[in-house]
Antibody, heavy 124, light 112 residues
Framework: QLHLQESGPGLVKPSETLSLTCTVSGGSISSSSYYWGWVRQPPGKGLEWIGTSSYRGSTYYNPSLNSRVTIFVDTSKNQFSLKVTSVTAADTAVYYC????????????????WGQGILVTVSS | DIVMTQSPLSLPVTPGEAASISCRSSQSLLHSNGYNYLDWYLQRPGQSPQLLIYLGSNRASGVPDRFSGSGSGTDFSLKISRLEAEDVGIYFCMHSLQVPLTFGQGTKVEIK
């Protein structure tokens, strides 16, 4: 059974960089069948897709975050990471890492496995 | 960006009764391959979201058949034929036709 676990600081100061890691266990991150991504949820609000990356480094980001976001897949550690620069209070959210897998129907990509989420608060 | 709009935002339902959630997109989600790129996720209280329905009407593995998805183009719906206590939570629709992927605001389903 695949398991994803987020880790990182729960408190980040404004203007600094938010850095999170997602450790994947129970399966290899080095598969062309999957993409790896991040979704966040501000307290009491809805879900926002941040971005997705393949293990080869093909990345897709939400333009709303401009150039502040980087997702990196580390195959040697079976982990992938998220960096968000120049954070503000608006970046306070529960951050979920998730796998994007293809279902039985070709080109039907879905978020099929999720981590439990980690709350990151931006505050001085 | 494609805007996803759900209604209602809150839905009290008596156990055993049916429930229906609407999701509308600002652009058609119908791809040239004939599939609608619309998924449904359920976030139970205190949990991560889980996939229920993909490509508009396909149930994910392990999802009970009381859940069904329908619709095409810009209008979609999720139906629960007989609500059970474990169905309580927030239901989100999400499109995956293009970047950026966007979610609806969520519909909170609770026991009446």
């Amino acid at each position: 059974q695949l398991h994803l676990q987020e880790s990182g600081p729960g408190l980040v100061k404004p203007s600094e960089t938010l850095s999170l890691t997602c450790t994947v266990s129970g399966g290899s991150i080095s598969s062309s069948s999957y993409y790896w991504g991040w979704v966040r949820q501000p307290p009491g609000k809805g879900l926002e897709w941040i971005g997705t990356s393949s293990y080869r480094g093909s990345t897709y980001y939400n333009p709303s975050l401009n150039s502040r976001v980087t997702i990196f897949v580390d195959t040697s550690k079976n982990q992938f990471s998220l960096k968000v620069t120049s954070v503000t209070a608006a970046d306070t959210a529960v951050y979920y890492c998730a796998r994007r897998g293809e279902m039985a129907i070709k080109d039907s990509w879905v978020f099929d496995y999720w981590g439990q989420g980690i709350l990151v608060t931006v505050s001085s | 960006d494609i805007v996803m709009t759900q209604s209602p935002l809150s839905l009290p339902v008596t156990p055993g009764e049916a429930a229906s959630i609407s999701c509308r997109s600002s652009q058609s989600l119908l791809h040239s391959n004939g599939y609608n790129y619309l998924d449904w996720y359920l976030q139970r209280p205190g949990q991560s979201p889980q996939l229920l329905i993909y490509l508009g009407s396909n149930r994910a593995s392990g999802v009970p058949d009381r859940f069904s998805g329908s619709g095409s183009g810009t209008d979609f719906s999720l139906k629960i034929s007989r609500l059970e206590a474990e169905d309580v939570g927030i239901y989100f629709c999400m499109h995956s036709l293009q970047v950026p992927l966007t979610f609806g605001q969520g519909t909170k389903v609770e026991i009446k």
